[in-house]
């Protein structure tokens, strides 16, 4: 059974920081990309980072400079390290991991790690 398991989420002030994990199991986490997104009431899901099974990373615009993504194949484990908060980088955040086989893509998701960002 895959799982995918995020923690490290919580409410942090404006200007502070966060480090979120996934853990995966049940997959070969080293042949999947892996990402970040997240959710912010009202709003879509929105990819946040990327980190490819090779290690290449990618950002939205809106992380750029303050968000670090990163992996540990060794401990099966994802990270998404956040800097200078803001308010609209409240969310909840999601662990995705996929990989392609045969014709398709296979997806995995998280449940969820609730960020707050407030004074």
């Known amino acids: 059974q895959v799982q995918l398991v995020e923690s490290g989420g919580g409410l942090v002030q404006p200007g502070g920081s966060l480090r979120l994990s996934c853990v995966a199991s049940?997959?070969?986490?080293?042949?999947?990309?892996m990402a970040w997104y997240r959710q912010a009431p009202g709003k879509e899901r929105e990819l946040v980072a990327t980190?490819?099974?090779?290690?290449?990373?990618a950002y939205t615009e809106s992380v750029k400079g303050r968000f670090t993504i990163s992996r540990d194949n060794a401990k099966n484990t994802l990270y998404l390290q956040m800097n200078t908060l803001k308010p609209e980088d409240t969310a909840v955040y999601y662990c995705?991991?996929?990989?392609?086989?045969?014709?398709?893509?296979?997806?995995?998701w998280g449940q969820g790690a609730q960020v707050i960002v407030s004074s």
């Open positions: 995705n991991g996929r990989r392609y086989d045969s014709g398709r893509w296979y997806t995995n």
């Open positions: 049940g997959i070969i986490f080293a042949t999947h990309d």
């Open positions: 980190i490819s099974k090779g290690g290449f990373e």
